[in-house]
C-alpha cells in the first residue's frame, strides 16, 4: 500500500467525519427564539470539534508528505488514529446537548487526548521505520507542542469537575496552539 | 498542500452534504396522501439547497482551477466556507419541517450570507497571494454577481417577518442568478 | 471541468447514497425472532435499491468513459440525475417500513422513472454535444432498453393501486434488464 | 472499468461505512457515570466492528492490487461483498443496544460469514480471469485462512444460544486471525 492511497482513505473518513457531526445538531422544535437557544452550545462544540477535525486533516497531510512506505504497524497505527477521531461527533453531540455538563466535557478531552496520543504513536512508528536522520524526524524534532498538548488535556480532564469552563478554556487554548499550521514542517520543506 | 488536494477534500465534503441532506427528509408516518403532503415543503427546501450547493461546487472548482498555490490562510479560508456550507443541511431541515415559518427563513438566509461571505473572503486571498495581474483577479473582475448576491441576503432576513414569501422569492432569485457557471472565467480560460 | 472530475463527484455521490440506505435500516426493539420480522420487508426494499444504484454507477462510468467534454448543460443534467437518485434511499426507506402499500409503492416507481429520464436528457446532451457520429451515439443507438424501462414504469405506477406486487415485480425485472452491464457499449468498446 | 476505479469506489464505501457506524452509538440520556455504562457494550461492538471493516479494507486493496482486469462479474460480484459489508453498522447497532442478547449475537456472525462467503466469491471470480497461473492464485493458495474462518463463524452462529460470550470470543478470535495483513501476498510482492 502506497502513502498516497493511505492517505486518500484517511481523507475520506475525515471528510465524512467533519460533515456527519452536523447530524449530531438536532433540528429545534418550534420556530421561536427560544427554540434555538438550546442548539447554541451544541453550535459552539460543533465549531470547536470542526477546528480540531481540521487541525488533524491538515498536520496528517503534512506527515503522510514525509512519509516513504507504509508498513502493517503503520496502517494499523493509522486506522488506531481514525477510531479514535470517528468519536468526535459521538462526543461532541453529547457534550453540546448537556450544555458542557462535567463529565461530556471530561469524556470530550479524554477522546481528543487518546487521538493525540495515536497520532504520536503513527508518528513514531513512521520515524522509526525511516531512521532517525530522516526529514520528518527532523521536523517533528523534540515535538514540543505534542508534548504540551498531551499535558494540557490531561490536565484539563479532571479539571472538568471543577469548573468545566476552565477545561473548555484549555481545549480552546490547544485548538489555537495547532491553527497554524505545523511551520516545522513547512520550514523544512523550504529548505 | 497542493491546490488539487484541498479540491479534492472540498469535493468530498460537499458530495457528502449534498447526499446527507436526504436524512433530513424524514420518512412520513403513514402511507395516504395527507401523510405525504407535510414533507412537501421539505422537498422544496431541498431541491432549492441542492442547487445552492451545486452551484457552490462548480464554482469553487472554476476557482481553484485557477488557483496555483494554497497558503495556511487559504487552507483555513476554504474551510471556513465549508463550514458554512455544512450548516446548509441542518439550516434546510428546520425550514422545511417549519413550514418556512419566518424564523427559520430569516436563519436559512443568515447561513447562504455567511457562506457567501466566506466564498469572497477565499476569492480574496487567493488573489491576494496571486497579486492583482493573475487570470483570477481579472475573471473576477468587480464582483458585481458576489456584491449583489451578499446584498439580496441582507434584504432577504429582515424581511422573512414581513413575508416569507418574499425571502423565498429571493432566495430562489439569488440561485438563478448564479445556476449558469461563472461566464467570465470560462470565458478567460478560452481565451 | 473535466469528465473525470465530474464522475469523480457523482462517483463519491452515489458511494455515499449506497452507503446511507442502511440508516433507513431501522434497529428492531428486541431481541425476539418476531421482532426482526418487521424489518425483512425493508430488508428487500434495501437489497433492490442497492442494485438499482450499483446499475446506475455502472452504466453512468460507461457512458461518462465516452465523453469528451463537459458543458455547463451536461454538468447540470448530471446533478438533476443525482438529484432523483439521492431521493432513493429516502423513498426505499418509505416502501420497506410500509410493507409495500400502495401509496409507497406508487412513489418509489415515480422516483425510479424520473431518475430514468434524468439518465436518458443527460444521455441526449452528451450525444448533442458530440454529434451524431460520435462513438456513444452509435453504442447508445435507439436505445430500445431506456425506453422499454420508461414504459415499465409508466406502468407498474398505476398499477401499485390496483396490486402492489404486481408493480414490485415490474421494478425487479427492470433491474434484471440493467443487472448486466451494457453490453451495446461494451462492444463498441472492443471494436 | 478498470481495478482502479472500482477499488476508489470500494474505498469510498468502505470509508463511508467504517464512519457511520459512528451514527449508531446514541448520545446517552444523561451526564452521569451510570448514563454512560449502556453504551459500553455499544462501544465493544463498534471497536469490533471497526477493526473488521479495517481488515476487509486491507485486504481488499492487497487483492485489487494483483488485479488486471474486471469483468461484469467481478464487477457484481464486488457489489455483493459491498452490500453484507454494509449491513454491518445496522447489525452493530442491534448487538450493541442489546447487551450482546442471543439471536443479534447469531444475526452479527450471519452477516460476517455471508461477507466472508461474498470475499471468497470475488476472489475465486478473479483467480478464474487470470488462470491458475497468477499471482494472486498464488498468493492465496488454498486459502486455509479463508476456509478456517468461515469454519468458525459457522460455529459461532448456533453457539449465540448456548452461550453467547463464546459466540462473541470466535469473533474476536476470528478478527485476530486477519489483523496480520495478508503476509502471504505480501511475500509474494516482495519476490
Known sequence: MTPGRMEAFSDGVLAILITIMVLELKTPHGTTMSALSPIFPALLTYVLSFIYLGIYWNNHHHMLHLTKRVTGGILWANLHLLFWLSLVPFITGWMGENHFAPLPTAAYGVVLLLAGVAYVILQALII????????????????????????????????????????????????LLWLIPDRRIEAHLKS
Open 128 to 175: 522509526r521505520d525511516q531512521g532517525p536522520g530522516s526529514p520528518l524526524a527532523a521536523a517533528v524534532g523534540r515535538d514540543l507542542k505534542g508534548k504540551l498538548s498531551a499535558a494540557l488535556y490531561a490536565i484539563a480532564i479532571p479539571l472538568a469537575f471543577a469548573g468545566h469552563f476552565l477545561s473548555q478554556g484549555i481545549y480552546v487554548l490547544v485548538a
